[in-house]
DNA sequence: AAAATTCTTTGATGTAAATCAAACAACTAC
DNA sequence: GTAGTTGTTTGATTTACATCAAAGAATTTT
């Protein structure tokens, strides 16, 4: 989640700013594990919680985050098999879901940054049927499921908004399933990279260069490619001019040619 | 959603029984459109409701239903950017979702049967983002969202089914992503028919033959290959013996070869 | 019943992406 | 700092599936 915006140097400015938590109060300051914060003076309410809630509501509202949880670059927030409890929302960090077939393949079914809920799996099952991995050091919101129906219940604003969340999910699956059914690499890779910067935008990052979390292999499977494939249309992409690749540095120089790739027929 | 059990004659009759409403009070056979129905004595209410309601409680469920409607081969149930009011359960037929891009290719999202429901997709926007077409002559229940989401309210145990309703297509999708993202030909269509007859013999259909409603391209559509790709695998499953295919009617003589190719570690 | 349309099958050929392979860059551990 | 590991790039070759094409069923229209 931390992002460049010129330099090697801006990107650790940045990462300071989003992972600093020295606005909290000192009792919501980062400890071991298991601290009780509050969603009404969260930055990143209006990204993962409804808005237009009157502040006495917001209050009760603060009653469905339990507890907040660490997790180190690598390891999992929840694996397939585990018993479903709750729902995730990420304060800080980068995540990737997979899920993988007997035979070994894996399948990376999203990726997902700040303020974006994670677990929505689990429900039907009472388990979880994917794995979500940090892929770099983060911080979630443990939002036990039993919470979240109570105050569903209580509050048709907070049950609209969860129902918008599973539903938004779905929508995007389709979308996935369009670009795995229908179009080539570098239409995948194009349209990965702008949906990428246009939710790092809308979390106050750059709109044009960003550090990619993922190695080419991690969005290779989400894309439904090989690594070479996407290291080939990357490298294609910068000989063309559209982008600028340096490992995992990514800075986007023609916005409208992505668009164009991604979208043949919208764009001119 | 009209099955054979072994001769087309058969097919006749079975369609016969699920679309025979005789069995029903006078007032709720079929008219022209919007007829009320009741959850509480429909024979599939154990797949698209909640079960463990006690007798008055299913009562005031029945409210979640406003209207029926009727849905004729071909046509729409609703359309990309219509706005959405309603979910739909399908009490009888057969539909496909699918999207299209700018550029007209279409990807189908998936072919929904009796007892499951229809729509999730128009929540996020208030508008549905899909076209869900009734690929044979259908009847749904149409459920206001306003209604279901009142209802869920008053009601924990219709809440968590909602819940798992949506979690389960999510889970769905992601399966799917991994046929598209991993599997081979063979595979896909594999696990298509096995997944195809699973949900059929949920039904009470036959766990081994059964009429396909769709067309080789929109099964090709929705599990990302061309028509002539899913005519050649049927081909070549029908020459192994692992089925018998003759245009839309398909027996499954091997399910564990089948079972076997779409994953070859699990079997044997 | 004939004509038109839609859907399916099968064959021949082409191609985008996979696979195989090797060098190189970056990061981690000692 | 060096060795080992992990990730990335690029080239050569292969392959699964797409594309093109044409005939044959099945269904619908007239």
Redesign the pocket.
């Known amino acids: 989640m931390c992002q460049a915006n010129s330099s090697n140097k801006d990107i650790k400015t940045v990462c300071l700013e989003i992972n600093d938590n020295s606005w909290q109060p000192m009792d919501q300051r980062t400890t071991p594990e298991s601290i009780k914060v509050a969603c009404s003076n969260c930055n990143l309410r209006e990204l993962c919680m409804p808005i237009g809630f009157n502040p006495e509501d917001m209050q009760k509202l603060d009653e469905v985050v339990a507890t907040r949880r660490r997790v180190k670059q690598g390891e999992r927030l929840f694996s397939n098999g585990d018993p479903f409890t709750s729902l995730y929302a990420i304060r800080t960090g980068f995540f990737k879901t997979c899920i993988s077939s007997e035979d070994g393949r894996e399948q990376v079914t999203g990726f997902q940054m700040a303020g974006e809920i994670i677990g929505l799996d689990g429900i039907v099952s009472d388990h979880h049927s994917c794995n979500a991995v940090a892929l770099e050091d983060a911080d979630v919101c443990v939002m036990p499921f039993a919470n979240v129906e109570e105050l569903s219940r209580e509050f048709p604003v907070l049950q609209r908004h969860v129902h918008k969340i599973m539903s938004r999910e779905i929508v995007r699956e389709n979308s996935i399933m369009m670009l795995l059914g229908n179009m080539?690499?570098?239409e995948r890779i194009a349209a990965f990279l702008l949906n990428l910067v246009q939710r790092l935008h809308a979390r106050g990052f750059s709109q044009s260069e960003f550090i990619?979390r993922m190695?080419?292999?991690e969005i290779g499977s989400y894309l439904?490619?090989?690594?070479?494939?996407?290291?080939?249309t990357?490298?294609k992409f910068s000989d063309d001019g559209i982008i600028e690749?340096?490992?995992?540095y990514v800075k986007i120089i023609e916005p409208e040619a992505l668009k164009k790739i991604f979208n043949p027929q919208t764009c001119s």
């Open positions: 080539r690499a570098e990619l190695t080419r292999e439904g490619m090989k690594l070479e494939t996407v290291s080939r990357f490298s690749v340096k490992q995992r």
